[in-house]
């Protein structure tokens, strides 16, 4: 069973835990403007899945605006930020943010994203969310980086993701 941390204390994720190599599932999740947004799967071009736990605290914030500017100067490829929070939620915080660059989607409907990724918080104060993840996705659909960030409260190491898409 794979495992992160909020401030100190393990978190246990539960889900099908996917390796670099796997094929990436392709899954619905529901966009700000409640239409459906797939996210995942064969695309041919690379994809970004960056999954966090709320849009509403300040290192998802901070996470969602450093992976909209990145967007904006990586031609050719689509990211996406996947959490729990409700559509509503996300087109307010993508209007009040300048979010334009990448597309936001919640998983809040049925978990699948969660589930098919193995990012799905199953104990703790934060049970049902989703933890904090980097998933880069090959045009053919394989997973050709991932990142469970040890630590919920912080940041990802954004280097190190971004290598893969160079």
Not at 73 to 102: Q, W
Request: charged share 20%; proline share 6%.
């Amino acid at each position: 069973m794979a495992q992160t941390a909020l401030k100190g204390n393990p978190v246990e994720l539960e889900g099908t835990f996917l390796n670099v190599g796997d094929l990436a599932p392709e899954v619905i999740v529901v966009s700000k403007d409640l239409s459906p947004l797939s996210v995942g799967g064969a695309k041919g071009k690379k994809q970004v899945l960056v999954v966090v736990p709320s849009l509403d605290t300040p290192v998802c914030a901070a996470e969602t605006r450093k992976f909209n500017e990145t967007a904006a100067k990586t031609p050719g490829v689509e990211v996406s930020v996947i959490s729990m929070d409700l559509p509503f939620a996300m087109g307010r915080f993508c209007t009040t943010e300048g979010i334009e660059n990448l597309q936001v989607g919640s998983d809040f409907r049925s978990k699948e994203f969660a589930n098919a990724y193995g990012v799905l918080i199953k104990d703790g104060p934060l049970q049902g969310l989703t933890c904090r993840a980097i998933f880069i996705v090959s045009e053919d659909g394989k997973i050709a980086y991932k990142q469970i960030v040890p630590e919920i409260t912080q940041e990802p190491d954004y280097e190190d993701a971004l290598q893969t898409l160079a």
